[in-house]
C-alpha cells in the first residue's frame, strides 16, 4: 500500500485556494501511484480559522467544497480535514472533522474527541468533541482515524492528563493495524522531536501529516511522517516548506539555530506572500536585532525587497550607520540614511531635558519615518525587537515596537547572538562588532541595556522559568538571584500594556506573548507573597 | 431572614486588597443584622483572572485568603466565590468555587457546573466542569448554589442550548426554595434587562449577586438583586458602582445613553485607579468623539485631572481650534494649543504630496505630542476613537489610535451622537457645532468621512449585522445596499492588522472588537461567495 502524506500551505479562509492545492495534490499523488493521500487537519479551512467559524456561511463554504474535492477523489482514496455541522440541538455546533473519500463518496467521517484549549488553542470555543473511534480499512489494512491532540494525552508528555479519555489508549486495544493521525501543529524549537516521542509512545504504526506554513504568529512546520512500530521513521516530509511524499525521507537539521531560522523566514515569508506585501522595510539600528530580522528577511523575500534606513540621533554611535551600512551591503539590500535631529529640535524646543520622553520620542520619530515609507511605497515595516526586551518592556510602544510583523518577538535575546552566528557561519554577514559590542538603545548618553538589565544568559533564564514554565518568584530564586528575579517579574508585569499593543509576532517557544498568553493588563497580584 | 448582596469591586489578582473588602463587607453586613452576606463570582481573586490562573501560587495564595475569610466569618453566614483545585490525577486543574463559611467553618462547597466559552468568556481553559447540584441550609431554607452561566442555559435566551445540562431544570426539580447567584456579568447595553428575564424563567425567588467595577476592557455594572417567584424584585443594588443592600429598591436608569455614560466612566475611573494614574491627557480635534471622551474623563476622573490639547494642521478647520477651546472652558478642564505644522514640514522637505503617507503622519506627529505629555507628567493618553471608525480603519495605526485606553472603541458613532446629546441635556457642554458639523479627520483639503463611508447611521446598523450578529453579506443585503455591504465587509476584513495594535477599549456592546472577537489578521475567506 502506498500511502501519499499532503503536507500543504494552506491560507485559513481561503476556501477556493485551499481546494485547488489539495485538487492538485490529490491528482500528484495518483500521479506517485499512492492508494491514498492524507491532507491535514481543517485542509479546507486552513488552521487556525478562529472566529471565522461565528459565521454560517463560512461553514456552509466548507462543505461546498469538500463536495467539489469529492468529485476529484477517483481512483484514488483521500482524506481531507473540513468542519462538519453537529446535528444535535445541544452543545457546540460544529465538529473538527475528518472525512474519508473512496471513489467520489465520503465513506467515513471522524470527529476530533481531544479538543486543546491552552496556549494559543481555543477548540473548545468552536468544536463539539467527538464520541466514537474511527475504524477505516484501506486496501485491508484496519486503521484508526485520529485528529492531532487526539494522541497527545500521553503520560510522558503532560504531568497531569488534561483529558480524562485517551483514544490513543482505547486504540492500542482495538484490532487495528495502524493510526493515521491529521495535525495542523504550531511549531517550537525541537517540537518534531516530541511528535516522534509520543508518537512511538503508543507502540501502533502512526501516519503523521502535518500542515506547513505560517499563519498570523504561527509557523507550522511539516515534517509529516510515518512510523513504524517500533518507532522507525519510514517516510518524512521536508521541515518548514510543502512537501508531498510516501517513501521519501527528507534531511532534518538537527541544528538549533539553522531551524530556528528556517522557521522565521517561513512566516515572515507566508505573512508577506499571504497578505500579497512584495518588499520590506526595516530599521537599521547598528544593533544585532535588526541586522539578524534584515538577514532573515533578504534571505525569506530576496535581497531586492528589503530595504533598511538607518536614523542615527543625538545619542547614537558612529557604528550604528557605519555598521549599517556595511550589513547593506554584505546582504544587497537597499539602504538609505536619514537623520532624526532636525525633527527631534522641532518637537522640543527650549525645554531640553534627557527624559524618557525624549528617550521615547527618538524611537517615534523613527517609527514616524519608517511608516512614512511603508505607506507611500506599500513596504511592509518589520519591527525588530526580540522577546527578551518585550517581556522586561524594554521597548518602545508607537516607537520600535511599530510594525506590521514581529519577526522575533518570541526569540529570547541569547537566540537571537546565536542566529547571528549561524548567518555568519560561512562569511561575515552581520559585522563582527554587531555581534561583539554591548546591546544599547542608544537614546541617551553612554546607555546600555546592562545598565537596568541583567545579562542576558540570565534574563532569558529566568523569563523561560516564569513565561515558559509560570515559575514563582519564590522557585524562580532557588536557581537565580532572588533580587534580579523579584525586579524582572516586576518589570514583566509592569509592561502588558505594552504587548496588549504589540505587533503580531512569530512563535518559537512554548509559550508566546499574544494569542498563546492571556495576561490582565490591570492586576494586582503579588507574585511575591 | 435577612440576605445582604455584597456587590463589591475588585482588582483582579489582588488577593490582599480584594480580601480586604471582603472582611469590611462582613463586618457591615453584621451591622445591618444580616443573617448571610453573599459575595460575587471569584471575589478573592477579581474576574476574569486569565493566565494568572497559570501559577500555582496564585491558587495556593487564593486559598490562604479563604482561610484569612473564614476566621472572619462569625456570627453571619457567609458566600464567597474562589477557585479550589481539583484533586482528581485528570482533567482541568480547577474549580470555578463558591463556599459556604458558617460560623469560621466552611459547610458547603460549590463547584460552577457551565463554563462559557464564547465571547470573552475562557472559563474551559482553566475549569474543569462540577458535577453536583449543592443544597444549602439557611435558617432553615432550603436553597441551591450556583455560579453565573449555570443559570443561563436558557431556551428563551439561547437559539441553540450551547451546554448539555441545565442546572435551573434540575433545581427546579429539587425541593428548594430558591437559589442563590454568584456572578460576574459583564455589562453589555440593556444586559440588565436579560438578567431579569432569564431569572425570572427559572419560577423559584433567586439572589443575584454580581460584581461593580472596570477590570480591563470589561465594565461589571452590579445591578445584583433579589426575586420573588413571580419575578418581582424585592431588591436591587445600584448600577455602576459597588453597594451593599439586603431589602432596597436603589433606581434604575431607564436611558440608553445614561446608562452607556455611566458605563464608560466607571470603566475608565477603574481603569485609572486600579494602575495608580490620577491624570489623563486627550487629543481635542474638534470633532464630536474627542469630546464626548473629554466630557466622560471630566465626570469620572475630576475637570482637574482632565488636559486637552488641540493640535492644529494644514488641513484643520478654525473650528477645530475654537470649538476645542470653548468644550474645555466649559468642561473646566486644562487646555493647550500645539500646532503641528512646522514638525511636519521637518519630516517632509520638497517632496510633499497629499497622499496616505502625509494624512498618517500628522496623526502620528499628535500622537508623538500627546506621548511627549503623557511621559512627561505621568498621565494616561486616552484615545478617542468610536467603535464604527476602528470597525472599517478609518483611523491612524500609531497615530490617533495610541493611548492606554480607548474609552469609545466598542461605541458606534450614532451612540457617540446620543452621548453627546444626553451629556448637553441640562446645558451645552459640548459646543453645538461640534454636534452639528459634518464628521471630518481634517487630514486632506475638504475630506469628510462621508466621502468615503456611508451615513452612519446606516454603517452603524451593517456593523450590528455582521460584527454581533455574524450575519452573512447575502442575508445582510436583504435589509441594505448590498454594495455598500460588500464594501464595509472588505474594509472591516482588510483593516484587522490595525485592530491587532489598538488599545484595550471598554466593551458596551454583544461584541466587543478584543478579547472577545478573535479574528485572523491574514485570512482569505470571501465573504461574498
Redesign the interface.
Known sequence: MKIALAQINT???????NTKIIIQNINAAKKMNADIVIFPELSIT?Y?????L?????ID?NLKYLQKIREHARDISVIVGYIDKNPS?????YFNAAALIENTRITAKYYKRLLP??DIF?E??YFEPGKDNVIIKIKDKKLALTICEDLWNDKDYWK?????INPAEEIIKLDVEGIINISASPYVLNKEKERFAVMKNIGLPVIYVNQAGG??DLIFDGASFAMDKNGEITALCHQFREDLAADEIRPLSNIEEESVFNALCLGLSD?CR??GFKKVVIGLSGGIDSAVTAAIAAHALGKENVLGITMPGMYSSAGSVSDSEKLSQNLGIGFKEIPIK??FD???KGDKCV????E??QA??R???L???S??YGSLLLTTGNKSELAVGYCTL?GDM?G?LAVLSDTPKVMVYRLANYINRNREIIPRQVITKPPSAELKPDQKDQDTLPPYELLDAILKEFIEE?R????ISKKYPGEVVRDMVKKINASE?KR?????GLKVTSRAFG?G???????????E?
Chains 1, 2 share one sequence.
Open positions: 491560507k485559513v479562509g481561503d476556501l477556493d485556494g486552513g487556525p480559522p478562529r472566529d471565522l461565528d459565521f454560517e456561511c463560512f463554504d440541538s445541544e452543545g457546540r455546533k484549549f491552552y481555543d473548545t470555543r497531569r492528563a488534561p483529558y480524562h499563519n498570523d505573512y499571504k497578505t532636525e525633527i522641532c518637537y522640543i527624559d524618557l520622553a525624549e521615547n520620542l517615534r520619530i517609527a514616524n519615518i511608516m512614512i515609507h505607506n507611500r508607537y511599530c506590521g509560570n514563582s518568584i519564590k522557585e500594556y496588549r499593543q504589540a505587533a503580531l494569542t498568553r492571556r495576561f490582565p493588563v490591570v492586576q494586582g497580584y503579588d507574585f507573597n
